[in-house]
């Protein structure tokens, strides 16, 4: 299993960005995917939930309404659309299948000015 997230970067409070994770090793199009991420001295925390055909997607209350995810299972890609951040929003962002133990190398978020 392998799960390569790109995206990050640094953005102004306000600004939006576009994370995607690519993954390969296992049959992507049956898995759940989420978006996990970790601030510093934090524990990690989940951000976003898919189900396998996209039909369903939930959200933590603290981005629910600023950001989206999505998926493309023709491509192998779970993307998680992030708008009006906020500096609380700064973090290393993960995908993770459901109910497999595997995590990519993250990619950082930090929301500043």
Do not use: H
């Not at 990690?44 to 989206?68: P, Q």
């Not at 890609?77 to 459901?98: F, G, H, I, W």
Request: with cysteine; net charge positive; glycine share 12%.
């Amino acid at each position: 299993v392998q799960l390569v997230e790109s995206g990050g970067g640094l953005v102004q409070p306000g600004g939006s960005l576009r994370l995607s994770c690519a993954a390969s090793g296992f049959t992507f199009s049956s898995y759940a995917m989420s978006w996990y991420r970790q601030a510093p001295g934090k524990e990690r925390e989940v951000v976003a939930g898919i189900t396998s055909a996209g039909g369903r997607r939930n959200y933590a209350d603290a981005v629910k309404g600023r950001f989206t995810i999505s998926r493309d299972n023709a491509k192998n890609t779970v993307y998680l659309q992030m708008n009006s951040l906020k500096a609380e929003d700064t973090a290393v962002y993960y995908c993770r299948p459901a109910g497999l133990d595997y995590w990519g190398q993250g990619t950082q978020v930090t929301v500043s000015s």
